[in-house]
């Protein structure tokens, strides 16, 4: 009925403004332009509105250039928010929200249905899956580019089909991107085998900074401000150096504590089995997935550590993990 609704005011809609998240991920990014190419091809007034530059390896994806940034308050027909779990995520771009008709299409847990139509689906892999399905209801035709957008946003948030949110259909979806002319070894050079040459260096430092707690079950990773510096990195190249700290043999648990300004540290938490590292996050006014969530904290590296080492202990506490 939701998905039907929505179908609806999309149709009725010719105005409309595309949001996700502040520090895009390719999962925010690719569905996001996967549903602005497509409104656009079906001659709406589409904008795509961002707080953030989009990651420069996801520059090669059709309109990446088009992002405008959130000004002055605008009115629209309706202002679709995609993969964001709460509008705080929103930064700036939140000012579109208020007066507008929203429709918030997610799949993160901790979404808490801010918008005038909800379509939160926790068991979709990525938000592309969901806007793969609005554009088949649609009936734009999916050509190569549009398909390139979602297999970005499908293949980022599945971990390259490895999380335990990849399905059948989630597949089945990628049948058909690749029908469309998806070329599955270009997309993974463009993704995967484009490291900076800043982000090799940063994860040099952060493995240095390597440390095992409660029984070697939880692994820690850091860097600080001045490492960031040192290293030339931009925020862009911390994205995925949590993976060093969870892809061993032992660790359950990961966490990845990042000085963002003097004061404040990102926590990013990754989890394989069954720690719930959505349900510290939120202790935290954070929020995410089951196996993988993320807050940030007031405080020094080594004072943040502490408070989330705490919870992850409770966490792990909790029943039999
Ligand atoms: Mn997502």
Not at 275 to 285: E, I, K, P, R, Y
Not at 308 to 315: G, K, P, Q, R, T
């Amino acid at each position: 009925m939701i998905f039907k609704s929505i179908i609806d005011k999309i149709k009725d809609s010719n105005k409309i403004a595309v949001l996700s998240h502040v520090m895009p991920d390719g999962d925010s990014i690719g569905s996001s332009l996967a549903l602005y190419n497509a409104l656009k091809k079906c001659g709406k007034d589409v904008r795509f509105i961002l707080d953030d530059d989009i990651p420069r390896k996801y520059g090669f994806l059709k309109s990446s250039g088009e992002i405008q940034r959130p000004g002055q308050f605008e009115s629209f027909d309706a202002v679709i928010v995609l993969d964001c779990g709460d509008t705080e995520r929103l930064g700036n771009s939140s000012i579109y929200l208020n007066n507008n008709y929203v429709i918030n299409i997610d799949h993160h847990m901790s979404n808490n249905k801010y918008g005038d139509l909800n379509m939160v689906n926790k068991d979709s892999a990525a938000a592309g899956e969901l806007v793969y399905d609005l554009i088949k209801e649609l009936d734009i035709v999916m050509d190569r580019e549009i398909s390139e957008c979602l297999y970005t946003a499908i293949v980022t948030d599945t971990g390259q089909f490895q999380y335990s949110n990849t399905t059948s259909r989630t597949h089945l979806i990628i049948g058909d991107l690749i029908n469309n002319g998806v070329n599955v070894s270009l997309m993974s050079e463009r993704i995967y085998q484009n490291n900076s040459k800043e982000k090799t260096v940063l994860m040099n430092m952060a493995l240095s900074s390597l440390e095992f707690f409660h029984n070697d079950v939880t692994s820690c990773i850091s860097l600080t401000l001045e490492q960031m510096k040192e290293a030339n990195a931009s925020d862009e190249d911390s994205d995925g150096i949590i993976n060093l700290a969870r892809d061993i043999e032992c660790v359950e648990v990961a966490i990845f504590l990042r000085e963002v300004e003097p004061g404040v540290v990102k926590v990013g938490l990754r989890s394989k089995k069954k720690a719930d590292v959505s349900a510290v996050a939120v202790l935290f006014g954070g929020g995410g997935h089951l196996h993988a969530a993320g807050c940030t904290l007031p405080g020094t590296v080594d004072e943040v550590k502490k408070k989330i080492l705490d919870a992850v202990a409770e966490e792990l506490n909790r029943g039999e993990l």
